[in-house]
Structures are given as structure tokens and as C-alpha cells.
């Protein structure tokens, strides 16, 4: 779900389900702490996870409950496109912060560099950390301090109908040229289009910019690339799919309409991540589950990448009760939870213990994706890191709407980078 800035469905925030009905958490004003050792008082969790998702992490945080029975938990979903303001708002403001987020992997160092996070270091939220993979490490750390837990890694496949490809004779693409091809032939022989194709969520462009050997900036030696020839090429892919018609697009609500047109069959093939699987196997096209299929997505010109992503929990620094919101962060990333998250949702879990176990190790998703996201492309873990993807945001609307070329676009996107990161060249 990142999981990269993916865009979900913006309903209203869904009002706190109080696991218990009293008290308010954290940033609410309620008080807690411990009792002779037992951890008491009130959690507010805010969760991020899509309405495919919800129900189970619901469910999780009354476990800890269950654990802990002098602890009230209030659980509120929140939508993702809403969650980094309001987080952002009540924590600036100093009222009606959660106790602990779950936290897109692009947002800790951001919010850290805000003061809004509690340093994790040397308190019970950090367990067994030899544990996490090292690539789920990185985006909880900011300037030599841990600001949160990892709890699901990601990055992004080819989702594609099975049948669809088959009744149109054509191999799962390995390259964005090879789907091009194929489209005319997927188009005729089966009536769908070839690719839906994220023109609304900048998360989705750095497939094709990795796939031309290119990144968003150097972080290690604060160098802006994406105005580079990558960067063009980049561009040109997205106008080049969709103005062939080898792509469908949708500037508005790609996220809703993606998953539908690939649900109802309309289209064969969408670049998604895990968060995806159950929902896209609801739809009408995968009745048949196993005519979901997963492929690393296709290449450009020279490379192929995809982006990391996933989701760490996080403690306010202005909860009032850090005691058990520090235990609640280390059962919402145990083991034993994320072996429950994969079973309910095929999510990849953060820590190596979990893929030894025989369930998660032989679930279908988890063959593909842990390689995938082993290969994954580290984004820059710097305070501004998420404030990157608005430039090329802008700038994909304008190529795929003929307002800008692919070279404007990029030049218009190194010029906006320079802007925000004064010291990068």
C-alpha cells in the first residue's frame, strides 16, 4: 500500500469504533499509564488499510485488547488520501492526534522531522529486531533514531486475467513495448483493453522512470535525476500507452476505477500491489481465484523496477499514554500478527521468522511478491521524500491531457525538486 502514495477510495472518515466505549486516547485527552505493571487506560489506533482490509485489522487491535483487558483500544479507519493531513492538523495543533498510526513508509521521516513522532529507541515497541527484513528497516529511521515498526512491506506486480491473455494467444508481457504489441490483439480477440494504467497517482510513474534506469533524486549525493533522459522517456511511455489505446486512464478516481475494470473484466492487466488480492479476486472476472495472475512488472528500455513500499505503526510524541501504545505497536508487529495479516489478506509480513512458517511460505501471493519486493527499489527516505510525488503528479496530467510534452513535463518536475531541496543540484 503502499505502499507508495496509492490513492483509495475517499469516503468520510469512519467514526472511532470504540473497541470499549469510553475515553478518548492519546491526543483526546485521555490519560493512562500502568498499575502495578498492567497497562491501563486508552489507545487510540488510527488505521490506514483499505475497505478490503479493515474488518481484519479491526479485529487485530481487539486481540490486544483481549491481551490487555484494562486497556480500551478506539479504533478509527481512515481513509488513506486523508490521513496524512489530518494527521498532520491534529498533531500541528496539538489535539486529536492518534496514539499510534499506522504510517505509510514515506510519512515517518516527514513526521518525524516535524517533532510528531516518539522515538522508538530502547522502548518495548522495538522487539526483536534482528528479526525484520533490512529493507523494512529503513524507512522507520531518521536522522540515527527509530520512529516506528515495520508491519507491511510491498511493492507493485502485473495483475492480469489468466483467460483474457490466453483467449487472446499472448504471453504475459516482460516489457511495456511487448504489452503495446499485444494490446491490438487482447483488444480484438477479446473486447478488453490491454492495461489499466494509474495516470492519477504519481506511485505508479516510477515504474516506468526505474524501467529507463532512472530515479527521482540521489539522496546519498543530493542530485536531482528525474529531469534527466529517463525522466523523458518515462513520459513518453505513459503518452505513447494510452494514446494507443493500449491503455485506458482516469485523472479523477484511478484507484476505484482500476480495480473495477479489472474486476469486471474490461481490462487484462493493471499494475497493483497485495493490498489488491482479495479485492480483485471479489470481482466478477476471477470467480475463478486462480485466474488471477501475478507477473513482475514489464520493463522499459533498459531496466526494470519497482518501488518499495508498505507500512510501519508509529507513536505520537504527544500521547499521553506512550506505555501502551509502545505495547501495542510491538503486538501489532509481532510475528504472530503478521502471520494472521497473511492468512486473512496475503500481505507480506516485515519479519523473517514469519516466511518460515509452511502457511505463509506456500501462500501464492507470497511466492511472488517476496522476490519482487527483494528486488524492490529503495525510494529516498528523507523528510521531503513524500512531498516528491506532487511535481510529477502535475506533470503526469499534463502529458497524458497533451498540455505538456514529456520533456516540459520532466524539466517542470527537476524544477519543482530544486525548489523544495534547496541543497540538491
Same mark, same amino acid.
Given at each position: 500500500?503502499r505502499?507508495g502514495i496509492?490513492?483509495? +477510495?475517499?469516503?468520510?472518515l469512519?467514526a472511532?469504533?470504540a473497541?470499549?466505549a469510553?475515553?478518548?486516547?492519546? %491526543?483526546?485527552g485521555g490519560?493512562g ?5 498492567e497497562?491501563s487506560g486508552?489507545?487510540?489506533? &488510527?488505521d490506514?488499510s483499505n475497505?478490503?482490509e479493515k474488518a481484519?485489522y ?7 485488547q483481549k491481551k ?9 479507519n481512515v481513509? *488513506?488520501g486523508?490521513?496524512?493531513a ?6 500541528g %495543533? $496539538?489535539?486529536?492526534?492518534p496514539?499510534?498510526?499506522r +504510517?505509510?513508509?514515506a &510519512?515517518v521521516?516527514?513526521f ?9 529507541d ?6 526483536k529486531?534482528? #528479526?525484520?527484513l533490512p529493507?523494512a ?5 531518521f536522522?540515527?533514531?527509530t520512529y516506528?515498526a515495520?508491519?507491511?512491506i510491498d511493492? @507493485?506486480?502485473l *495483475?492480469? /486475467? ?9 504471453e =504475459?508481457?516482460?516489457t ?5 504489441r499485444?494490446?491490438?490483439?487482447i483488444?480484438a480477440? +477479446?473486447?478488453?483493453?490491454? @492495461?489499466?494504467?494509474? %495516470? #492519477?497517482d504519481p506511485y505508479w510513474?516510477l ?6 534506469g532512472?530515479?527521482? =533524486?540521489n ?6 535525476e528525474? #529531469?534527466d533522459g ?5 513520459f513518453?511511455?505513459?503518452k505513447?500507452?494510452?494514446d494507443?489505446?493500449a491503455a485506458? +486512464?482516469?485523472a479523477?478516481?484511478?484507484y476505484?476505477?482500476q480495480?473495477k ?6 481490462v487484462?492487466? !493493471?499494475?497493483d500491489g497485495? &493490498?489488491?488480492?482479495?479485492a480483485a479476486?471479489?470481482?466478477k472476472?476471477?470467480k475463478?481465484?486462480?485466474n ?6 514489464? %520493463?522499459g528500455s ?5 518501488p518499495?513500499g ?5 507513536v505520537y510524541?504527544?500521547?499521553?499514554n506512550?506505555q501502551?501504545?509502545?505495547? *501495542? ?9 503478521q502471520r494472521?495479516t /497473511?492468512e486473512? @489478506?496475503?500481505l ?7 516466511y518460515d512458517?509452511?502457511?505463509?511460505r506456500?501462500?501464492e501471493?507470497?511466492?511472488f *511478491? ?6 524492490a527499489?529503495?525510494r529516498?527516505w528523507? !523528510?521531503?521524500? $513524500? ?18 510534452s514529456?520533456?516540459?513535463?520532466a ?5 519543482a525538486?530544486r525548489k523544495?531541496l534547496k541543497?540538491?543540484?
Amino acid at each position: 500500500m503502499r505502499r507508495g502514495i496509492r490513492g483509495v +477510495t475517499a469516503t468520510a472518515l469512519v467514526a472511532g469504533l470504540a473497541l470499549a466505549a469510553t475515553a478518548c486516547g492519546g %491526543g483526546d485527552g485521555g490519560e493512562g499509564g500502568s498499575s502495578g505493571g498492567e497497562l491501563s487506560g486508552t489507545v487510540t489506533f &488510527w488505521d490506514t488499510s483499505n475497505d478490503a482490509e479493515k474488518a481484519t485489522y479491526r479485529k487485530l487491535a481487539e486481540g490486544f485488547q483481549k491481551k490487555h483487558p484494562k486497556v480500551r483500544v478506539k479504533y478509527v479507519n481512515v481513509p *488513506f488520501g486523508d490521513a496524512n493531513a489530518k494527521f498532520k492538523n491534529a498533531a500541528g %495543533g $496539538n489535539s486529536g492526534a492518534p496514539d499510534v498510526m499506522r +504510517t505509510e513508509v514515506a &510519512w515517518v521521516a516527514d513526521f518525524a522531522n516535524l517533532g510528531y513522532l516518539a522515538p522508538l529507541d530502547g522502548t518495548p515497541a522495538l522487539d526483536k529486531t534482528d #528479526d525484520y527484513l533490512p529493507q523494512a528497516v529503513g524507512s522507520t529511521e531518521f536522522k540515527g533514531k527509530t520512529y516506528a515498526a515495520p508491519q507491511v512491506i510491498d511493492t @507493485l506486480g502485473l *495483475f492480469y /486475467n489468466k483467460k483474457l491473455l490466453k483467449d487472446a494467444g499472448v504471453e =504475459v508481457p516482460k516489457t511495456f513495448d511487448e504489452l503495446a504489441r499485444a494490446a491490438k490483439k487482447i483488444k480484438a480477440k +477479446t473486447g478488453a483493453t490491454a @492495461l489499466y494504467l494509474r %495516470g #492519477d497517482d504519481p506511485y505508479w510513474f516510477l515504474p516506468y522512470l526505474y524501467g529507463e534506469g532512472g530515479d527521482m =533524486v540521489n539522496a546519498r549525493d543530493k542530485v536531482v535525476e528525474i #529531469d534527466d533522459g529517463a525522466g523523458v522517456k518515462a513520459f513518453k511511455t505513459i503518452k505513447s500507452l494510452v494514446d494507443s489505446k493500449a491503455a485506458v +486512464t482516469d485523472a479523477t478516481d484511478g484507484y476505484e476505477n482500476q480495480i473495477k475494470a479489472l474486476k469486471d473484466g474490461t481490462v487484462a492487466m !493493471a499494475v497493483d500491489g497485495p &493490498w489488491d488480492i482479495e479485492a480483485a479476486r471479489a470481482g466478477k472476472a476471477f470467480k475463478d481465484k486462480k485466474n488471477l495472475g501475478v507477473a513482475p512488472v514489464p %520493463g522499459g528500455s533498459s531496466a526494470q523496477g519497482s518501488p518499495q513500499g508498505g507500512w510501519n505503526l508509529s507513536v505520537y510524541a504527544g500521547s499521553k499514554n506512550l506505555q501502551a501504545s509502545y505495547a *501495542f505497536v510491538k503486538y501489532m508487529s509481532s510475528a504472530e500478527v503478521q502471520r494472521q495479516t /497473511n492468512e486473512k @489478506l496475503s500481505l507480506l509480513p516485515t519479519r523473517k521468522s514469519v516466511y518460515d512458517v509452511p502457511a505463509v511460505r506456500n501462500n501464492e501471493m507470497v511466492k511472488f *511478491f517476496k522476490p519482487a519486493v527483494d528486488g524492490a527499489v529503495q525510494r529516498p527516505w528523507i !523528510a521531503e521524500g $513524500n512531498s516528491l510525488f506532487e511535481p510529477v503528479k502535475v506533470q503526469m496530467n499534463k502529458v497524458l491531457t497533451g498540455a505538456a510534452s514529456p520533456e516540459q513535463a520532466a524539466k517542470a518536475t527537476g524544477d519543482a525538486y530544486r525548489k523544495l531541496l534547496k541543497d540538491y543540484k
